[in-house]
């Protein structure tokens, strides 16, 4: 996996990186659907910090926090914004929303 400068400059390679293969309902018209928890995992490798959680009308939704500030760079899947809650999430239950291959295939290919 590439190093990256910040959040920021990984959303654009995610852009490219997510498919079918990182999760089951990807569509390449909104690319981000259903990346939420892979994400989440690849965010804490490249940066540290904290996943979180908030429930939504589609299911749990996961993202980070990292160095005191929200990163969620799979929001785009939403058609509204998000009311986010915050609240902590483990490794384990993001792992739970994909599986170890999703999170693999997204590994490498960035």
């Not at 999760?23 to 981000?32: G, I, L, N």
């Not at 910090?49 to 939704?61: C, E, S, V």
Request: proline share 5%; charged share 25%.
């Amino acid at each position: 996996m590439k190093a990256y400068s910040d959040p920021a400059a990984l959303r654009d390679a995610l852009e490219t990186a997510w498919s079918i293969d990182s999760s089951t309902r990807w569509t390449k018209d909104v690319p981000a659907r259903g990346q939420c928890g892979v994400t989440a995992l690849v965010v804490q490798d490249l940066f540290g910090g904290d996943i979180l959680k908030t429930p939504t009308a589609q299911g749990t939704h996961f993202y980070n926090r990292v160095g005191g500030h929200r990163v969620d760079l799979t929001a785009s899947q939403f058609d509204a914004p998000v009311a986010y809650e915050d609240r902590p999430a483990s490794r384990a239950e993001a792992l739970a929303d994909t599986s170890p291959a999703q999170y693999d295939a997204l590994r490498s290919r960035l």
